[in-house]
């Protein structure tokens, strides 16, 4: 079956500061994947997301690259703020199966000014 | 474009007890979904529903939890009788279905606790 796997947390970082969060799957087929954010209080909302190998999903900053020989897609930002403390979820779904999300645990990033 | 709709925000019941919550989607999209987040969990899918109809309910524990989208709209999820492992937070999401449509909304969820 799917499945993610994202490391652990929490990551706490000072402000402007590398960001790096891991996340690998297992899939059949060709999935697509994405990367939630959760700010505290709030609902998940999309962050990025790639839909083929190779692919860069971008957006606020944040990048992550759909690589298909190492079945991942990690997460990077060069120079973290305070507002980016939330807790990242990523997730993956294939087309065939209804769209449906398979999520990885979580991974809580706090942000030091 | 209003978001997904959910009610109520907070529940809290005893054991054994029903509760029900009820999600609004955006409007016009075909698929729903029901997400059941225990506390330090990612999400898990437990109904999905393309129009009225149900595509996936194999991890919805059917002895107490049941879900329906008579119009397929608007969607109610129930528990009855809860257990203490019933707390958590429920999501509702939506995307517009079809191939392609691979973006779900999120509400903001109902936060339940089960004493």
């Known amino acids: 079956g799917n499945s993610v796997t994202q490391m652990e947390g929490p990551v706490t970082l000072s402000e402007e500061a590398f960001l790096t969060i891991n996340c690998t799957y297992t899939a059949t087929g060709y999935p697509s994947l994405f990367w939630y954010v959760q700010y505290p209080g709030e609902g998940l909302q999309l962050l990025l997301k790639a839909t083929k190998a190779d692919d860069k999903g971008s957006n606020k900053g944040f990048e992550a690259t759909y690589r298909k020989e190492t079945t991942s897609f990690h997460l990077e930002k060069g120079s973290v703020q305070v507002s980016d403390s939330a807790v990242y979820f990523c997730?993956?779904?294939?087309?065939?199966?209804?769209?449906?999300?398979?999520f990885g645990g979580g991974t809580r990033l706090m942000v030091k000014p | 474009e209003a978001g997904v709709a959910q009610s109520p925000r907070y529940k809290i019941i005893e054991k054994r007890q029903s509760v029900a919550f009820w999600c609004n989607p955006i409007?016009?999209?075909?698929?729903l979904y029901w997400y059941q987040q225990i506390l330090g969990q990612g999400p898990k899918l437990l109904i999905q529903?393309?129009?009225?109809?149900?595509?996936?309910d194999s991890q919805l524990p059917k002895d107490r939890f049941s879900a329906e989208r008579l119009k397929g709209v608007d969607s109610t999820l129930k528990i009855q009788p809860a257990k203490l492992e019933d707390s958590a937070v429920y999501l509702c999401a939506s995307n517009a279905g079809g191939v392609g449509a691979d973006t779900q909304y999120f509400g903001p969820g109902t936060r339940l606790t089960v004493l």
């Open positions: 409007s016009g999209h075909a698929t």
């Open positions: 529903f393309q129009n009225n109809g149900v595509v996936d």
């Open positions: 997730a993956l779904t294939r087309n065939n199966a209804g769209n449906m999300l398979t």
